[in-house]
């Protein structure tokens, strides 16, 4: 599995792409994701060959590339009709600016960015049914091709559609009859998600948003759980550290002070982070799922020093994993 990382062009070392061989010199994987639609020095103000000859010239190992659609600002499942069909085309637009980049998927949100009422769920659902329905559409009208980038559908939080494995892999087999589609693992939005939903004598408002939850005894359980639904349409895996809040922290192997947070259990460690090293070996050594060919790191906090202390650390751990179970039954 290649790993990786994203790049956000929120951030001033994202709108450098000729620098980027200097930061992450054998760099595997990449994720753009182009949120700036007004600047110059956005990403998708960018040729797309100019900027394929850019990322090929500066990370010469790079064997996977992949954009997100624009997802901040733009909402598939929004109520309002206007903001559908605005969200719809900057989509359409990043999509068509992926093909000519050479990406090999597009990660798509079937959902807001941020919270949204829980009993908006449904309706938010049928919205971005009819939204892909649209975007199905132009994709059999103008491209058609099996060599452009395939789209993937990322699992969200909360009360979004969509946030649970369950939910994702009905809409993936529901969709997969308009166009080719797979899915996209956001184990930070897993673990979220299911926190919030076992921990609501913590007076959290958002453990009302979903389902009942899975039963499940714990978080590694819930994430092997979660890769077996997902089989065989998971083709993208995203990490970082899981806080209680934040969903974008370095990586790292322990919490702050507390004991490993893997049990997603009430009382361990309410300050905890999650503890990595066990989800990393349920990614690279599940033979459940193995069509992942890429782990992306979605570093935000601590700047650009701890997203490449974060590479490096899961680089090593892969290295070592892949020494420890032997390369013939490593995927």
């Known amino acids: 599995m290649y790993v ?14 000729a ?9 595997e994987a990449l994720e753009l994701q182009p949120e700036l639609v007004d600047r110059s020095d956005a990403l998708l103000a ?27 600002k733009w909402d598939l499942s929004s ?4 903001h559908r069909r605005h969200a719809l085309d900057h989509a359409w637009y990043a999509y068509r600016w992926a093909r000519e980049l050479g990406a090999r998927a ?23 049914a009819e939204s892909f329905a649209e975007l199905a559409r132009r994709w059999h009208a103008e491209i058609a091709d099996s060599r452009a980038p395939r789209i993937l559908l990322e ?34 939005h897993l673990w979220h998600s299911r926190r919030v939903l076992h921990l609501p004598e913590n007076g959290d408002h958002r453990a009302t948003a979903l389902p009942p939850p899975d039963d499940s005894p714990t978080f590694g359980a ?38 490993p947070y893997l049990a997603g259990e009430p009382g361990e460690g309410v300050h905890a982070m999650l503890d990595l ?11 459940l799922c193995p069509r992942p060919p890429a782990l992306i790191l979605e570093v935000y906090e601590g700047g650009l020093p701890a997203l490449q202390e974060s590479l490096a650390r899961v680089i090593s751990f892969r290295n070592g994993f892949r020494s420890a179970v032997g390369d013939a039954s490593f995927r």
């Open 19 to 27: 620098a980027w061989g200097g930061l992450f010199p054998d760099l």
């Open 106 to 128: 597009f990660v798509l949100h079937p959902g807001a960015h941020g919270w949204v009422s829980p009993g908006e769920r449904a309706d938010r659902a049928e919205r971005f």
């Open 277 to 287: 090293r066990p989800v990393l070996c349920r990614v690279f050594g599940n033979q």
């Open 222 to 259: 819930y994430l092997d759980a979660a890769l077996a639904v997902l089989n065989p349409y998971c083709e993208l895996v995203h990490l970082a550290g899981c806080g209680l809040h934040r969903t974008h922290d370095p990586i790292r192997w322990t919490g702050n002070g507390g004991p």
């Open 79 to 82: 109520l309002r009709a206007d």
């Open 155 to 188: 699992n969200l939080e909360y009360a979004q559609p969509c946030a649970t494995p369950r939910e994702l892999a009905y809409l993936v087999r529901q969709l997969h009859r308009q166009m080719p589609i797979g899915a996209c693992l956001d184990v930070p």
């Open 46 to 72: 960018w040729s797309p060959r100019t900027l394929a000859d850019t990322i090929h010239r500066e990370l010469p190992n790079l064997r996977w590339l992949d954009v997100h659609a624009p997802s901040s």
């Open 4 to 17: 990786g990382v994203a790049c956000c062009d929120v951030l001033d070392w994202a709108r450098s792409p």
